[in-house]
Each structure stands twice: as C-alpha cells, then as structure tokens.
C-alpha cells in the first residue's frame, strides 16, 4: 500500500536548460511536421525567439532530472507495479529553447480501486520561467499490485 503520509510531499524546485538539440531531437522523434519546432529559421520566422518546445517534452524533463523515483521509494512504492496513467498539461505562455525553466513538483493525492489493488499516486507540477509560471503539470501514476 502506498504510504499516505506522502500527500503533500514536495521536491524541488529544480532548474534546468532547455537545450535546442534536444528539443530537435524529440521533435523529430515524435514526428512533428513543424518546423518551428526542428528549424531556428522557422521559428524565428513566426516571430519566435528559437525552437518552440514541444508540449510533452516537460513531462520526460521532469522524470528525468526530478525527484519522481525518490518520491516512490518514500511512498514505498515497487518500481515493478508501476504504470504510467494520465499527464496533462496548461500552458500559460510557450518555452523555447535557450530558456531555464524550474520544476516545483508536490504529491496532491492518493487513492485506489478495485479493492487496493490498483492504487494512484497524483503529482502536480509548477514549472516557471523567470519567476512566472509558464506551465502546470499533473501526473497520474498507477500501481498494480500482484
């Protein structure tokens, strides 16, 4: 069982680069046919500073230099039981690349179905630029107990 005590558990904040060859990189990979997404040139042409960061690239951002698999061993929770359930995102201004953006991340809520036998560990993540929030991120992840 997950630990409720979790609730209310905060990491960060957090900074990191957005770095254009990344950004490139998961645009092509996603297969995103913009170009402002892959092209300076296109970018700057839309009246864009750099390359526009695409929408779910955050969501990886944040499981990779944030505090997520810390925050699972503090809920006690098996690695081996855990599923990806839902992500969303609100924009409030687009990211580009060049900019540092700072991950502020807390666990709101905890709950299960079937009996405990999956349980739901919900994450909710500012992420600002320069002090303003820029975006909000919420994440749902499943445990599915054996």
Do not use: C, W
């Amino acid at each position: 069982m997950i630990d409720r005590s979790i609730i209310g558990f905060a990491s960060g904040p957090f900074e990191v680069p957005l770095e254009r060859g990344r950004l490139q990189f998961y645009a092509k990979v996603l297969g995103l046919e913009d170009p402002v997404y892959t092209d300076v040139a296109a970018a700057k042409a839309k009246g864009y500073p750099d390359v526009l960061v695409p929408p779910t690239f955050l969501f990886g951002l944040e499981i990779e230099t944030g505090d997520a698999f810390a925050t699972f061993a503090r809920a006690n929770i098996d690695l081996g039981e855990v599923l990806h359930g839902e992500q969303d995102f609100v924009y409030h201004a687009p990211l580009f690349a060049g900019q540092t953006v700072s991950f502020s991340t807390k666990v709101t809520d905890v709950y299960d179905k079937k009996n405990g036998k999956l349980e739901f560990l919900v994450r909710e993540t500012a992420v600002t630029r320069d002090g303003q929030r820029v975006v909000d991120l919420r994440s749902t992840t499943v445990v599915a107990h054996k």
